[in-house]
């Protein structure tokens, strides 16, 4: 079936620290994928998607690289910032199941000042 | 930006009774969805619904949940007789009908408390 696995939290850094966080995913044919972020208390926002193999999705400093070859969907951003704690979720949806999200388990982020 | 709008954000019943979640989709988007979130677990889809009919639905979707989207505005999520395991956060989400792979757009969701 079709399956995301992220990598355990939480994430502690340090401000201006280098992120990565792992995303991987099980999926047949072309699925798109997306990275979502929770910010305390709110709801899911839209972070950056892809939608076919080595698109690179962008936004806020993030990117991520859609790697078919590796089924890999990474997070990541050159400085975090203390405004960018948050829990992150990765997700893939697919044409044929009415694009349904399937998400990740979340990756709790803290950025410490 | 047009947003999607979740109603109540917070939700106490007891147990055995009836329970409507309300959600206002994004106003020209065509598909929607219901997610929930149990506390300290991941996001779960349970039901997709577009041209007036349910498109697909989760295992969790038993007998007890049902969808309407009663007037083209609200899209409303009902639970029959709540379970204490119905306890969740519970995500309202539609997406454009341009292109199949439009994000979907989320509410701030429903904080539902079985007691």
């Known amino acids: 079936g079709n399956s995301v696995t992220q990598m355990e939290g939480p994430v502690t850094l340090s401000e201006e620290a280098f992120l990565t966080i792992n995303c991987t995913y099980t999926a047949t044919g072309y699925p798109s994928l997306f990275w979502y972020v929770q910010y305390p208390g709110e709801g899911l926002q839209l972070l950056l998607k892809a939608t076919k193999a080595d698109d690179k999705g962008s936004n806020k400093g993030f990117e991520a690289t859609y790697r078919k070859e590796t089924t890999s969907f990474h997070l990541e951003k050159g400085s975090v910032q203390v405004s960018d704690s948050a829990v992150y979720f990765c997700?893939?949806?697919?044409?044929?199941?009415?694009?349904?999200?399937?998400f990740g388990s979340g990756t709790r982020l803290l950025v410490r000042p | 930006e047009p947003e999607v709008t979740q109603t109540p954000s917070h939700q106490v019943t007891q147990m055995g009774q009836e329970v409507i979640l309300r959600c206002v989709p994004i106003s020209n988007h065509l598909y929607f969805y219901w997610y929930r979130q149990i506390l300290g677990q991941k996001v779960e889809f349970l039901v997709s619904f577009y041209n007036n009919e349910i498109s697909e639905k989760s295992e969790i979707f038993d007998d007890q949940f049902s969808v309407e989207r009663p007037d083209g505005s609200n899209f409303t999520l009902k639970i029959r007789s709540t379970k204490l395991e119905d306890s969740a956060m519970y995500f309202c989400a539609s997406r454009g009908r341009t292109t199949g792979n439009q994000p979907q757009h989320f509410g701030d969701g429903t904080r539902l408390s079985i007691l």
């Open positions: 997700a893939l949806a697919r044409m044929d199941s009415s694009y349904k999200l399937i």
